[in-house]
């Protein structure tokens, strides 16, 4: 990305903390898998502006740590009626991390519940349709070795029915 998408680079924030990836956990009430962890500790998501987001997986802008667990507690609040004792509904999962949003309310989120039957999934949630499991990958590392293959490639080819573009130093998918 700093040598190709020299923009988006520089859009990213900085690795969250200590203190960032505890306070998140705290809000979550549980700690995030090794993995999520690992990519926030690598970059804390990227600002919640169409005009500054990073897209790290195709069409999804990058949330930061902070905006994850306000993602999260404001879909708990609005679910809160629909949740069961173990915290679920059809279209909502008190287990399920927000990574991405599409400022249309939904989301790409992980599902870090280690008990879960597809921990470590990462996939749509619809607001209007609930989960699209078929729209995702089994694993965070799944996801972002797709992206990697997807830009290495000498001829780009859609992926998940994007194509990467850079255009001014930034990356979209189109």
């Not at 969250?16 to 306070?23: C, E, H, L, P, T």
């Not at 802008?61 to 999260?72: E, G, I, V, Y």
């Not at 287990?95 to 990462?122: C, Q």
Request: proline letters at 9%.
């Amino acid at each position: 990305m700093a040598d190709n998408a020299p923009v988006d680079w520089g859009n990213l924030f900085p690795p969250a903390g200590g203190r960032d990836i505890a306070q998140a956990e705290a809000t979550l009430g549980r700690a995030l898998p090794a993995e999520f962890r690992a990519l926030y500790e690598w970059h804390d998501g990227s600002p919640a502006t169409p005009a500054r987001c990073v897209e790290l997986l195709p069409g999804w802008p990058f949330l930061s740590l902070a905006d994850s667990a306000s993602h999260w507690a404001q879909r708990n609040k609005l679910y809160e009626a629909d949740l069961d004792e173990t915290g679920a509904c059809f279209w909502w999962r008190t287990s399920w991390l927000p990574l991405a949003y599409d400022f249309t309310g939904d989301m790409l989120v992980a599902e870090i519940s280690p008990e879960a039957t597809n921990f470590g999934a990462v996939f749509h949630a619809s607001l209007e349709n609930g989960p699209r499991f078929f729209e995702g990958w089994p694993t965070l590392e799944a996801a972002l070795d797709d992206v990697a293959d997807t830009l290495a490639a000498d001829d780009p080819q859609p992926l998940r029915g994007l194509t990467p573009v850079v255009d001014a130093g930034r990356l979209t998918w189109r």
